[in-house]
């Protein structure tokens, strides 16, 4: 029997549409997966916590039932038109791995809890790793509750409401110490895939910075205002995305990417007035991320300067390239060892919750191959035997890890 | 007594909202303009007469009443939030014009025609010019009675009825021959302000060709793609975009305009996978048309072959440039130039009824300034001295067109 396969299956269903899945923060489909993770959870007695972002907690005890836990986890929720395994996997995969240790009666030293984090793709309200920032204090709780989706819902009302919020009957944890973090993923790129090897062992997730652009242009009558007078909001945008562009691919090592933009009024026979954009930026050099979002900058102030237009460029988010614990990847490469599995270092371009959680405690990410390297479409695939190897290895991890963490 | 000014005003009030003026074909507010016309109309006892569509006519007597008529007008229908002086100024003008005539006692030999033309804007069924269209016969008259509505009413339907219908004892008009057409109308741009003249005489109503352009590209995570295997649907966008504008810059005498433009899936960790966008060029010359319509081909060739994208070009419309009448352009500038007056010759870039009328008879046009060059907004205004002189301007066009038009 293949639960890691039959429970992605089942979850993925949740939230599916035609074009995959959409299963963002405080929706209907969130809370429902929220609450196919609880069943799961109880139906072997793992005790549920929630925090007030909902991030949801099942704990499995430990022998030193005083010792802070080993989270192990990922998140639930999908960008717009998401597939099944994108954080979906490392959540299943973390209840997988207490439901082996349970059904090899393997007794832990520290209590083990699988995690799933709240928000991570920030596709919704706008800040990503959502429930993993609260919960490691990176992010205030009160100004992220504040938060306002794009019809001006607010987190604070969304997770309030039956249909979308909180779990009912799972008690408010406020408890947020741990020993060690590990999270098992899709590696979302081509790198396994390529070098034909089964598991990652990632040696650091790229550093990340988020910006809002608007350019306030003016918009006018299509026809009469000629191509010399015209403030026109999307030009002016364009030329700044190609700027972007060539900018990543000048410097190396570096992605960037717009991935939302809009205009106004957006009508076929009006010029546009005002366009608004994201801008994503990553490397594994910070350095990098700073040429990068200066040429971005320098690319504002050309448009200011020879357009009749004022662009302005809002930073959302900076995370540092964050360099996973060293001392649990040694126990992560001699666990797959023991299994008779191959592993490869290789540092993820993706951002993930353990980004966060490395910043207040020993972090570790194990990578499985993506079919094609796609993720964020429906499509996104992994085959079944590299899932229920990375479960294993998962679990197998977590007894390395349980050794020597304090 | 400023009269145009005042049936403006009285005028302005016929389907006023909170965001502007609403006036649609075979709307309450349509019916209740026509009928504010055979008021003024009647007043002079001009005869009154209405065609199937809606177009209604106020004819004064000339010296040979068996001479085609020469016609002046606009139209009365507004955009949904429409301003006071966008067709309904040329309507207003050319009754005041009559009633110059008429106070003057000016024997013209061509009886002259206030024609107020129905549904120019297209805001409320699919065919803009819709009266002058079925008038010169570039529509066929059922075919237009059977539009639909987004409420699925037909034209017939709607001009069946007393409310929004044709006009009481009023006769139905079968005849369509005329000698010239004259049509006065608010410049909607910025140029006769910026050169601090009263009066324009329209050279030409540009051609307009609209084309929905395709960009598919791949979509995958903004983190792990790297910059070169990419297929972003956006930057390959941004490229034609730019082309475009630099095109109808160096081609000159053109506008092209990028106005509506979509991004799919639209998340700000997403590389665009699609994108849609519509594009409208417009010139005097149809060549130049022809010239920036191979720009953007090339440039989605570009993409096609340097960028992993496929985009594909669908024309949607295209109109051929309408020519105005050299010798009523002459006899315009010979009327202004004996009020004393000065006027520059300019295109339209905007759409008319001149733009129908044009295929089957004379046809010229004379622009009054747009204060800020705004239109179909609730703001577009012209100045009250700048609608007199337009008056006078088109009065003394008309004796100027009787004397040679055949």
Redesign the interface.
Known sequence: MSTVVERLAELSQIGRGE?GIDRPLASRGDRLARELFAKWARSHKYALTQDRVGNVFARRSGARDDARPILVGSHLDT???GGAYDGAYGVVAAICALDELEANETRTEHPIEAVAWAGE???RFPL?CLGSSVFTGACDLEKTLSLADADGTTLRDALASRETGLLDRVPIREETRLSAYLEIHI????VLEREGVPLGIVTSI?G?R?YRVAVQGTS??????????RG?A??A???I??DL?RA??AIGE??????????EP???????GRARF?V?I?SPDDAKIDAVESALRESAGRANARRRVSASIERLEARAPAPMDSKLRAAIARAITAMGERAIDLP????HDAMCLCRIAPTAMIFVPSIG?????AEEETAPEDLERGVAALTASIVEVDKFVI
Do not use: W, Y
Request: proline content about 6%; overall charge negative.
């Open positions: 074009n960008v717009p038109t793709e920030g596709a990503g590696e979302q790129g081509p790229a990340q988020r006018g009558h299509a026809g009469t205002v000629p191509m010399a007078r026109d999307l030009c945008a364009s030329e995305i190609l562009e990543a691919i570096t992605v960037a990417t717009v991935g939302m933009f809009v205009v957006n009508a076929a026979n009006v010029i546009p994201s994503d990553r993820s371009g993706a951002g390297g796609k993720s964020h479409v």
